[in-house]
């Protein structure tokens, strides 16, 4: 059961666009992280946000928390052809005890 | 090196045969995690280990699935009598915060059973 929603679940984009993904959930989370991921690898962690409401920015990629923390996104400014990837993200709360819960991913193409 | 590692990487097994894949965490994690992934999803939990005591292994899909880490490092997770439905990603990850905090992934396990 995947209680985490992401979209769109695909994205092909020309370089240099912008672009957003989404991250939805019914549930509370005491923290969220996005992750990475490339074909035949595991996922890389690229930032966790915990507090509702919080941003933060890693060069071209901004994150942010929803105020209720049940939501999050993920918007790259400017994308680029190493951006390419599959992105997750994964909460953890109180009923999932040590697990992560992974959404499904948006699966992200930036051509040259 | 540094990060998570994981043998071996492909495994194709005939149904009905047992599989051991293992995991080597970054020096020093408490934790250990292991993870299914299925193709096109997101990974799903399946066990936690806390040192050598396992806390959790509430996502196991049966009883054929038994990991161990006896002595707090390397992990094996095994499942026995294969079937179709077990082809998947096993992904281990480590992490340095007891019960939770971020984890560190390894490049995971393919195992395609035919």
């Known amino acids: 059961t995947q209680l985490l929603e992401q979209s769109p679940q695909f994205l092909s984009i020309q370089e240099g666009e912008n672009l957003t993904v989404y991250c939805n959930s019914s549930s509370v989370f005491s923290s969220l992280q996005w992750y990475r991921q490339e074909p035949g690898e595991g996922p890389v962690l690229l930032v966790t946000v915990v507090t509702g409401g919080e941003v933060k920015k890693l060069k071209r990629l901004t994150f942010q928390f929803g105020d209720a923390r049940k939501d999050s996104s993920l918007h790259i400014t400017a994308a680029q052809p190493g951006d390419t990837g599959l992105y997750l993200c994964?909460?953890?709360?109180?009923?999932?005890?040590?697990?992560?819960?992974f959404g499904k991913g948006t699966s992200l193409l930036v051509t040259p | 090196g540094a990060g998570v590692s994981q043998s071996p990487r492909y495994k194709v097994a005939k149904r009905g045969q047992d599989v051991a894949l293992r995991c080597d965490p970054i020096?020093?994690?408490?934790?250990l995690f292991w993870y299914q992934q299925a193709l096109g999803q997101g990974p799903e939990f399946l066990t936690y280990f806390q040192n050598e005591a396992q806390l959790d292994k509430s996502g196991l899909p049966s009883d054929r699935f038994f990991a161990e880490r006896p002595e707090g490092s390397v992990s094996t997770l095994k499942i026995q009598r294969t079937q179709q439905e077990d082809s998947a990603v096993y992904l281990c990850?480590?992490?340095?915060?007891?019960?939770?905090?971020?984890?560190?992934f390894g490049p995971g396990t393919r195992l395609t059973v035919t």
């Open positions: 020096s020093g994690h408490v934790s």
């Open positions: 990850a480590s992490g340095n915060r007891a019960g939770g905090g971020e984890q560190y």
């Open positions: 994964a909460g953890a709360n109180s009923n999932s005890g040590y697990a992560l819960n």
